[in-house]
Nanobody
Framework: QVQLVESGGGLVQAGGSLRLSCAVS????????MGWYRQAPGKQRELVAF???????HYADSVRGRFTISRDNAKNTVYLQMNSLKPEDTAVYYC????????WGQGIQVTVSS
């Protein structure tokens, strides 16, 4: 059974930074394309960024240049460094593999105040 545990969220002022972590257990982490997703109140969950097993990355237009996704295969962990945060980045953030067919974790709240 795959388990995803997100951490590192919180409340930050606009322009600030946060670093999210997602620990993965129960699967062969290194071969999977990993993604960060977010869901704002009243909106659908959206893909924010993903990283391949070979460290190729892709970002949504809304976060490109501000967010950086990375992974540590030795620790079975994927990270999301978020800089220059905006109030519209406020959401619950989740990780999953790109196909998003693993059971979702509890997510982590990120709140950006203006």
């Amino acid at each position: 059974q795959v388990q995803l545990v997100e951490s590192g969220g919180g409340l930050v002022q606009a322009g600030g930074s946060l670093r999210l972590s997602c620990a993965v257990s129960g699967s062969i982490f290194s071969i999977n394309v990993m993604g960060w997703y977010r869901q704002a109140p009243g909106k659908q969950r959206e893909l924010v960024a993903f990283i391949s097993s070979g460290d190729i990355t892709h970002y949504a237009d809304s976060v490109r240049g501000r967010f950086t996704i990375s992974r540590d295969n030795a620790k079975n962990t994927v990270y999301l460094q978020m800089n220059s945060l905006k109030p519209e980045d406020t959401a619950v953030y989740y990780c999953n593999r790109y196909s998003s067919d693993w059971p979702w974790g509890q997510g982590i709240q990120v709140t950006v105040s203006s």
